[in-house]
């Protein structure tokens, strides 16, 4: 993958991370929009991330793309605010118990491939994402995932299948709408 | 390619997909001025966390000390639940002075004790009324008349910070309908209210550039 805005950063220039963040905000926010549930949380962890990531700048070794880099702490933000987002889930099923949820007004505007993204594990859609969306290559996923470049290869076959599944059988009984649009079929 | 159904042709109509999905989610151009971590980035962030620290210092001081007294002489107001919010406020507002009236300084940190410990002990008091050593100055004006009189445009390192202008309730109680300044300096532009949302304005005025 390219690296946005141009090579040449230098770890701790203040100038270097304000193009780095113009450069890589919107990237890192299409990544972070298929992880999470809406819009404001991924608004939200994109921020988070690029906070952390000013304050490790200093230490930051141009050994691969900052992009990378990037990507690697807001998938961790992403994957710690999926987890307290589940805990808080299942405290409000607790606190129910019975009683039927409020619909998410946005849910139904969602398109379904994000919501079968949003169900998979975090690290399985964001392998998605960076191949498919952001054209990373399995080093580099495996780079931003922190994990061996074999698993990011299993992890991405099982993505696609399962969201294969999902999809297709959608497909086959007329419920699946192409990016939330009302199909008359 | 249009179903994804099918083994060969799933790979691409999924990454045309997806990018079409992603696509459509993205906002407006960021701008780095609006980030999150530029607050880290603004000189004199990390003198502005040594004087909260000096600051909560001096709040633990005022309610050990004085109890309830301490805290209404900070807040204005005899609400505990106001007394975070406002030390917050008296360390950005003095900080953001010190270092604007020094821009060599990276921190101005000595200007901000100073600024910070004449708000603590002066709750609600005139501009005419600031403590003596803080060295405030207010133009020789009728503008003085009321607590916000104090020249925005001065140096703080020559009025000491003492915030005459800026102190405890001073909308609340600097109200001279003939200052005329009662609102802030009518030349300067106004700072958005950082009151968050469900406290009680009453008690935790916002300051505003003086």
């Known amino acids: 993958m390219e690296d946005p805005g141009g090579r040449?950063?230098?770890?701790?220039?203040?100038?270097?991370?304000?193009?780095?963040?113009?450069?890589?905000?919107?990237?890192?926010?299409?990544?972070?929009?298929?992880?999470?549930?809406?819009?404001?949380?991924?608004?939200?962890?994109?921020?988070?991330?690029?906070?952390?990531?000013?304050?490790?700048?200093?230490?930051?070794?141009?050994?691969?793309?900052?992009?990378?880099?990037?990507?690697?702490?807001?998938?961790?933000?992403?994957?710690?605010?999926?987890?307290?987002?589940?805990?808080?889930?299942?405290?409000?099923?607790?606190?129910?118990?019975?009683?039927?949820?409020?619909?998410?007004?946005?849910?139904?505007?969602?398109?379904?491939?994000?919501?079968?993204?949003?169900?998979?594990?975090?690290?399985?859609?964001?392998?998605?994402?960076?191949?498919?969306?952001?054209?990373?290559?399995?080093?580099?996923?495996?780079?931003?995932?922190?994990?061996?470049?074999?698993?990011?290869?299993?992890?991405?076959?099982?993505?696609?299948?399962?969201?294969?599944?999902?999809?297709?059988?959608?497909?086959?009984?007329?419920?699946?709408?192409?990016?939330?649009?009302?199909?008359?079929? | 390619m249009t179903s994804p159904s099918g083994d060969d042709d799933f790979e691409p109509w999924l990454e045309r997909e997806l990018r079409q999905a992603v696509r459509s989610a993205r906002g407006s151009r960021p701008r780095a001025e609006q980030a999150a971590y530029r607050a880290l980035a603004r000189p004199g962030a990390s003198a502005g966390l040594r004087s909260a620290r000096a600051a909560a210092a001096i709040a633990a001081f005022a309610l050990a000390v004085g109890g309830v007294t301490g805290v209404a002489a900070m807040t204005g107001g005899p609400n505990p639940m106001t007394l975070g919010y406002r030390v917050v406020q008296m360390v950005t507002a003095c900080r953001d002075r010190a270092i604007a009236s020094t821009p060599g300084s990276q921190s101005g940190s000595p200007n901000v004790g100073r600024c910070v410990g004449a708000l603590a002990g002066q709750p609600d008091v005139p501009s005419g009324a600031v403590p003596a050593g803080t060295g405030a100055q207010t133009k020789p004006t009728t503008l003085q008349a009321g607590p916000r009189a104090t020249d925005p445009s001065a140096s703080p390192g020559q009025n000491g910070n003492a915030q005459g202008g800026n102190g405890q309730g001073g909308n609340a109680q600097g109200g001279a309908p003939e200052n005329g300044n009662a609102q802030g300096d009518p030349t300067q532009p106004p700072k958005p209210d950082k009151t968050p949302k469900g406290r009680d304005k009453r008690a935790t005025p916002t300051p505003t550039p003086g």
């Open chain 1, 8 to 185: 040449g950063y230098r770890p701790g220039s203040a100038h270097d991370f304000d193009r780095l963040y113009e450069a890589t905000y919107q990237r890192l926010f299409g990544t972070l929009i298929a992880l999470l549930r809406d819009r404001a949380a991924a608004e939200d962890c994109v921020q988070e991330a690029y906070l952390r990531a000013y304050e490790a700048w200093p230490r930051w070794k141009p050994d691969a793309p900052a992009e990378v880099w990037l990507h690697r702490i807001a998938i961790n933000v992403a994957i710690s605010h999926r987890r307290r987002e589940r805990l808080r889930t299942v405290g409000e099923l607790v606190r129910r118990l019975g009683v039927p949820a409020a619909v998410d007004p946005s849910e139904s505007t969602t398109p379904e491939l994000l919501r079968e993204l949003r169900a998979l594990p975090p690290k399985q859609s964001a392998a998605l994402v960076l191949r498919h969306v952001h054209g990373y290559t399995n080093r580099e996923i495996a780079r931003a995932l922190d994990v061996p470049e074999r698993t990011v290869a299993s992890r991405l076959a099982s993505a696609r299948a399962r969201l294969q599944e999902r999809l297709g059988w959608m497909r086959a009984t007329g419920t699946w709408l192409p990016n939330g649009v009302p199909s008359d079929k």
